[in-house]
């Protein structure tokens, strides 16, 4: 599976985002789309994680309410539209495909296939 993220920037506080990600030569085990993201010094973190099949979504406490990821199922695309952002929220976002394996959410293990990342910059 090839991932491929778009979007991302700079923004003031308080603004809005939304990054899309295209997942190629997925298969049927693919069945998990995440948002991940990783500010300097800091370790990766997860954002969002939603399903293909059912649209099934989860989302860390940090954006819970201000983050809404959606899917497009014809098109392999995901998107995460991201609202009242904060200086925290600072970081590059790391789009990914994986497998479930009976974990709910799903653990940055469960992910094989990553996309290049794409920087998100709020300014104070």
């Known amino acids: 599976v090839q991932v491929v993220e778009s979007g991302g920037g700079l923004v003031q506080a308080g603004g809005s985002l939304r990054l899309s990600c295209a997942a190629s030569?997925?298969?049927?085990?693919?069945?998990?789309m995440g948002w991940f993201r990783q500010a300097p010094g800091k370790e990766r973190e997860f954002v969002a994680a939603i399903t293909w099949s059912g649209g099934s979504t989860h989302y860390a406490d940090s954006v819970k309410g201000r983050f809404t990821l959606s899917r497009d199922n014809a098109k392999n695309t995901v998107t995460l539209q991201m609202n009242s952002l904060k200086p925290e929220d600072t970081a590059v976002y790391y789009c990914?495909?994986?497998?479930?394996?009976?974990?709910?959410?799903?653990?940055?293990?469960?992910?094989?296939?990553w996309g290049q990342g794409t920087q998100v910059t709020v300014s104070s």
């Open positions: 990914a495909a994986g497998a479930l394996t009976g974990w709910w959410p799903p653990r940055i293990p469960d992910f094989d296939s």
């Open positions: 030569g997925r298969t049927f085990s693919n069945n998990v």
